[in-house]
């Protein structure tokens, strides 16, 4: 756990239907008319300030590839999705696969 301890200080305007205000110090704080101070400890896990690792696996079962040929359409509407969603650009190119490949010596 990470602990923090100092002062909250609240001030409310001065009519009724007034605003609460608040700032935060480490050390005793010296007042102004009107506020308030409150002597807080926080504590809080390490985990919370430690980045997340992002992991991910993708399994695509052989049965569920369609058959069927998709067109520049889609291509960019899935392009265009991802990169939404996550921010990422992605870039397809389709390939026949229906085509000998041939190699280049």
């Known amino acids: 756990m ?3 301890k100092g002062h909250m200080i609240f001030k409310k305007g001065p009519y009724s239907h ?3 205000s608040a700032r935060i110090t480490k050390t005793a704080p ?8 409150v002597k807080v ?11 997340p690792m992002l992991q991910a ?3 695509v079962p052989k049965e569920t590839i369609p058959q069927s040929i998709i067109d520049a359409t889609v291509q ?3 392009e265009k999705v991802i990169k939404e969603v996550t921010g990422a650009e992605i870039k ?3 390939v026949d696969v229906t085509e ?3 190699e280049v010596e």
């Open 2 to 4: 990470t602990e923090w």
């Open 18 to 20: 007034s605003e609460l």
């Open 30 to 37: 010296r007042l102004n008319v009107g506020e308030v101070a």
């Open 41 to 51: 400890k926080v504590d809080l896990p390490q985990e919370l300030f430690e980045r």
């Open 57 to 59: 696996s993708i399994t």
């Open 76 to 78: 960019d509407n899935v």
């Open 92 to 94: 397809f190119t389709l």
């Open 100 to 102: 000998e490949k041939t």
